[in-house]
């Protein structure tokens, strides 16, 4: 996969395109990737995905604790994972979105691009003031060659799956729904750093992630979660937090993985939720938070072993 994170976007090949945020890869911008790299193979184009960095709502600062699904590492490599062509990150700024919706349809995808096939949600909006949206780009299409299709919201429970939607369930620790609407349960990223070492003095060695500042983390707490570590899942508990207990003072993400025993300080992690567990805490002392380990990982277990995961397990195998 092509990976452009510049203006330089110039294509010699014709290209079958869908734009997009895309912030957690969820079911419905799945559907667009797909069909556009459908039609890139029916018709001999370049699939390009073309999305924006840094992400709109971060430019314009319309929420203060906006945070993203995933970070743009996260979302480069689930690109590759999808067979994409080519991945932009086009550079956004309070100047570019000031650009007309014609100049940016015709000038930009249309010339520069070499689309020839355009895919995007039916509420797409794009340009300046967002005045432009798919019956703008219909009308430009047919007047320069472009094969435009608006393709449906995908629903969920009886509403549009959407990334502030996925945000929200996030945050209320509605795992299960937030997962089913990423197709792919929410993951996290990062390499491992070195900690207090104070897990192993208890019996349970932990691994410590850092991830992406801008990364929107469920509420602190612990959570059953399966770690994928070079191609190979372990079972695990993972908290969030600061660990009160031993007077922690910065967040971090600790997991405790099942039968690992592993030195990998530098390595890359990918961590998935399933379930919540319970909130974070601060107990009377080292032995109950001993013990209370003990319990999550045996809720754990269960969890792993239970018909709420079977599907999961079967998209994994």
Partial sequence: MEHITDACIDRSRPTAITLGNFDGLHQGHRALIQLTKEFAKEENLESVVFSFAPHPMLVF???????????????????EQMGVDTYVEYPFDKEFAATSAYDFAVKLLFERMHCKVLVVGENYHFGSQRSGDYATLSRLGEEY???????????????????????????????????TMLTTPYFIMGQVKEGKKLGRTIGFPTVNIEAHPLKLFPPNG????????????YYGVTNIGKNPTVNGEQ?????????????????????FFYQFLRSEKKFADVAELQE???????????YFASEAYMHWKAADE
Avoid: H
């Avoid at 600062?61 to 690109?79: G, N, V, Y």
């Fill in 251 to 271: 967040k971090i993400i600790e997991t405790y993985l099942f039968d690992f025993n592993q030195m990998i300080y530098g390595q890359t992690l990918q961590i």
């Fill in 61 to 79: 600062q319309k929420k203060e604790d906006f945070a993203l699904i995933m970070s743009p590492e996260e979302k480069c490599f689930a690109m």
């Fill in 222 to 233: 612990v959570y059953a979660t399966k770690t994928l570590y070079q191609g190979k899942y």
């Fill in 292 to 302: 209370q380990i003990a319990i999550n990982a045996k809720q754990t277990k269960a």
């Fill in 145 to 179: 060659g472009v094969k435009v299709i608006a393709v449906p919201s995908v629903q969920y429970d009886g509403a549009r799956v959407s990334s502030s939607r996925i945000r929200q369930c996030l945050v209320d620790q509605e795992l299960e729904q937030a997962n």
